[in-house]
């Protein structure tokens, strides 16, 4: 089972951090990374740069709507993501507990649609 | 250049259909994301895509003092949620704005592009 863990932080205060800081949380990003792909559970993962730099686009009658910044200005924005691969939502939610950014912003943890088996679409 | 193309929508107009009606939606609207998929591979042929599950299944994760706290999710109390995203190589973002156009969604949703770091 695939799930995606969405991983919420404030970019801030990340910002804020002196080099060295960074550095250690970057570095604890790697022992994870290191750890869950040795597992064989992380199968796949991105950083996303800030929310600065992000474009959003809405089509509203026939019309498309592009606008600089986020979908929403939150602060604590989406920053990443790891997929998953784990026996159960359990130890999912167990692997999301050891992503750094669970330790000052939150993960959110969503199981990947797959379709039904054998289902046919009609 | 890599970007994620983040899905805001609002689920609720589907969410709560029982299981055909559910089928019957996503089997209407497939067409209009396959072509979508389609653009996007003519753009990057290794893109990739994640379909989420409903936000009822979502669970949010924080460890605080050492110990782990875990809420019914999702993370944002917005309307539209994360319903998915598309991550692909596109050469430039007026590239990526329009394919972000593409994807149904941008349609009565959001589409957010941003740039992939690492």
Redo the contacts between chains.
Sequence with gaps: MKY?A?I?GNRDRFEQLSPEEREAMYDRYRKFGEEATRAGVAV?G????P?R????????DGE?L?TDG???E?K?A?G?FY?LECPS?EDA?DW??KIPG??H?????????VEDEG?E?? | MKYAFLIYDDPSGWENLPPEEAQKFRAEEMPRWESAMGELAQVDPGFSGYELESRSRAKVVRVRDGERLVTDGPFAETKEIIGGFFVAEVPDLDEAIRLGAVIPSAEGGSIEIRPVVG
Aim: hydrophobic share 55%; proline share 2%.
């Design positions: 995606m969405l919420y796949g991105a950083e996303l740069g929310t730099d992000a474009t959003t686009v809405r089509i509203r498309t592009v986020p979908y929403a939150i604590e989406l990443g997929l939502l939610l999301a507990a669970a330790h912003g939150a993960v959110e943890v969503r199981a990947l649609h289902s679409a009609a």
